[in-house]
């Protein structure tokens, strides 16, 4: 079975640029949720995502923004990016609590 | 609001030595997750531990939750080269969400 699959895995925008990262759940996982992760720290919560409705929002400005599609497919959007944005964002999805998370492998982005 | 610190934050070991890992967090959570990360990788989970008591094993890895202490540990046992990377502890925000906060991590290091 396909794991949790991000697109792009790298990509390099300017600032002010926008951006759009996608991510496709493991088949049947109805929960998507992203992080961003600095180098040299631990994940931060971003967005979950759960039939479609924002389930959690983290202490991201509103340059971030994000939504779950109808095949519970996800798209990150960022917005008049910062040089600070730079980072590994990672998708993630369940399909429960007991379960925890399966995480993607990651889109590495750089903001120059 | 809820905080997750592990220590030690870097642990240089010798092959064949054991050693624990802790995961202290600051407010009420029933589960806990672990997880490895390799360079420049995604996150791989090693144990969801969903009650007081809980204890998992897998090979050399021995994880724990004590939720009144609010403390996890993950008990290394004669340490092999494979198991160098960075191990990172996450616990549930809210209870019902899926809002995890990782732990500062720890970068293990497991010398020949």
């Known amino acids: 079975d396909a794991g949790v699959t991000q697109s792009p895995t790298h990509l390099i925008k300017t600032r002010g640029q926008h951006v759009t990262l996608r991510c496709s759940p493991i088949?049947?996982?109805?929960?998507v949720s992203w992080y961003q992760q600095v180098l040299g720290q631990g994940p931060q919560f971003i967005f979950q995502?759960?039939?479609?409705?924002?389930?959690g929002r983290g202490n991201f400005p509103d340059r971030f923004s994000a939504r779950q599609f109808p095949n519970y497919s996800s798209e990150l959007n960022v917005n008049a990016l910062l040089l600070g944005d730079s980072a590994l964002y990672l998708c993630?999805?369940?399909?429960?609590?007991?379960?925890?998370?399966?995480f993607g492998s990651g889109t590495r982005l750089t903001v120059v | 609001e809820l905080k997750v610190e592990q220590n030690p934050l870097f642990l240089s070991m010798q092959e064949g030595k054991n050693y624990t890992i802790y995961c202290n967090y600051s407010?009420?959570?029933?589960?806990l997750y672990w997880y490895r990360q390799d360079p420049g990788k995604s996150l791989e989970s090693l144990f969801v531990?969903?009650?007081?008591?809980a204890v998992k094993q897998e090979g050399r890895l021995m994880a724990s939750l004590d939720t009144k202490a609010r403390l996890s540990t993950l008990h290394i046992t004669a340490a092999v080269h494979d198991l160098s990377a960075t191990y990172f502890c996450?616990?549930?925000?809210?209870?019902?969400?899926?809002?995890?906060?990782f732990g500062t991590g720890t970068r293990l290091k497991v010398l020949a």
């Open positions: 993630a999805s369940s399909t429960g609590q007991v379960y925890g998370y399966t």
């Open positions: 088949s049947g996982h109805k929960s």
């Open positions: 995502y759960y039939e479609k409705e924002e389930r």
């Open positions: 407010t009420t959570s029933d589960r």
């Open positions: 531990l969903l009650s007081n008591g």
């Open positions: 996450a616990v549930v925000a809210t209870s019902g969400t899926y809002k995890y906060i």
